[in-house]
């Protein structure tokens, strides 16, 4: 299974950046996925968060 980190960045098919950021609260843990080209961040379960970036490619 694919295992997401803070700072982890990745790319799709369009060349937009994503950005990993973790976030926890009391009852859930969450990444916020924040789109680099639109400033913008999601806040999406673990799970979908993978979902999310698994098709995409990894940059350093």
């Not at 609260?25 to 979902?51: C, G, H, S, V, W």
């Amino acid at each position: 299974e694919m295992e997401l980190h803070k700072g982890d960045k990745y790319k799709d098919v369009d060349g937009t950046e994503f950005q990993v950021f973790g976030a926890l609260d009391d009852t859930y843990t969450y990444f916020f996925i924040a789109n680099l080209k639109q400033n913008i961040a999601i806040r999406m379960q673990p799970k979908n968060a993978t979902e999310f970036l698994s098709g995409m490619e990894k940059v350093n």
